[in-house]
């Protein structure tokens, strides 16, 4: 089964940076937008960043735009979430997922690659 994992959490100061990837076990070579999202202990799951199929295009929420810098490297079926200054309010357990076309929605994620385990991040002094 095709599956998604993502590595490179941990726990950071206020301020500093982290970059996570998502490694997908297919071939990605844009068939896929691809988007990262995260979920606080008690909320709901949110979009955090999107790529397109061709990664030319991205998309941030509101909080992270600016900080947080999404990208992709077909060749080795991965995306990324380069992540800086990074503040309390980032703390969450960070997901991707991919989608058949360019997406901002959390509906349309999930549906062709099951969610994987996450990566915690952890940002307290």
């Known amino acids: 089964q095709v599956h998604l994992v993502e590595t490179g959490g941990g726990l950071v100061q206020p301020g500093g940076s982290l970059k996570l990837s998502c490694s997908v076990s297919e071939r990605t070579d844009k068939k896929y937008g691809m988007a990262w999202f995260r979920q606080a202990p008690g909320k709901e799951r949110e979009f955090v960043a999107a790529?397109?199929?061709?990664?030319?295009?991205?998309r941030y929420e509101d909080s992270v735009e600016g900080r947080f810098h999404i990208s992709r490297e077909d060749a080795d079926n991965k995306a990324y979430l380069q992540m800086d200054s990074l503040a309390p309010e980032d703390t969450a357990v960070y997901y991707c997922?991919?989608?058949?076309?360019?997406?901002?929605?959390?509906?349309?994620?999930?549906?062709?690659?099951?969610w994987g385990q996450g990566s915690q991040v952890t940002v307290s002094s």
């Open positions: 997922n991919v989608a058949p076309f360019f997406s901002t929605y959390a509906n349309d994620y999930g549906n062709l690659i099951p």
């Open positions: 790529i397109s199929r061709s990664g030319s295009a991205t």
